[in-house]
């Protein structure tokens, strides 16, 4: 019988067209993301009520389902903490990591599943980047999915060779760990060729030339400034809340 292939996680997060958020400039996101991230700062008590209010800015903004996917892919590393933490520190400890981590995956999701990579590249640009870094960062932004694609051939063609079994028995998980380490020398040498080659390019190109002007200018609306000062007053909140 054929075994049952397990499922991959990609990590390319989707962008949602018909959120609220969608028509809202970058740094009107990128701030409201920041400032709702303020919240890992509170104690266990503030953290959780925080928590539940951010759970409704998601819901409204539409991004409730890719922010539980963050969440999911980091399910082993948040189960780890939280045994580590209960067991050697105290349960208060586990709690705060785990709501901690939970709410920066989710604020990650809050913008850039509403953000192009263009956008994204332009708000840097706005708030005083360099052209080059501004760049490199959206196009690493950009180049997500396909590193994760190219990743998933090298696996599928080191498990075709006998690498990868599924460590279903715990005495496994040692050889499943070598083949982790089996697959990031060619992911490493890969994410660097490519790295290199888009160099180049936008060399050849003149991305690096100091006259160099962004291709379309953003203007802050009404409503931006608006959300703008609620991540403001949001920020200031949770400091003095603290």
Do not use: C
């Not at 990128?30 to 759970?55: D, G, K, R």
């Not at 997500?144 to 079994?165: V, Y």
């Amino acid at each position: 019988m054929f075994k049952r292939r397990r499922k991959s996680v990609s990590w390319e997060i989707p962008l949602i067209h018909d959120s609220p958020l969608r028509d809202f400039d970058p740094r009107t996101k990128l701030a409201l993301s920041l400032s709702t991230s303020l919240a890992v700062m509170l104690p266990l008590e503030q953290l959780a009520i925080s928590a539940l209010l951010y759970l409704i800015l998601i819901s409204w903004a539409g991004v409730l389902k890719p922010a539980a996917r963050q969440i999911w892919r980091l399910k082993w590393l948040l189960i780890g903490l939280f045994l580590i933490d209960r067991f050697v520190v105290s349960l208060e400890l586990a709690l705060s990591v785990t709501i901690r981590i939970s709410l920066l995956a989710s604020t990650f999701s809050l913008f850039f599943s509403t953000t192009t990579p263009a956008e994204f590249r332009l708000a840097l640009e706005s708030l005083g980047f360099p052209y080059r870094y501004a760049f490199s960062l959206s196009l690493a932004f950009q180049n997500l999915a396909e590193f994760d694609r190219e990743t998933k051939l090298i696996r599928e063609a080191q498990r075709s060779r006998g690498a990868w079994s599924p460590p279903n028995e715990w005495k496994k998980v040692l050889k499943f760990t070598q083949d982790l380490v089996s697959l990031t020398v060619p992911a490493v040498v890969m994410t660097k060729k490519r790295a290199w080659t888009m160099t180049e390019a936008a060399y050849a190109r003149g991305f690096d030339s100091p006259k160099r002007k962004p291709y379309h200018r953003l203007v802050m609306k009404a409503k931006d400034w608006g959300l703008i000062l609620v991540a403001v007053l949001i920020g200031i909140g949770l400091i003095v809340w603290r």
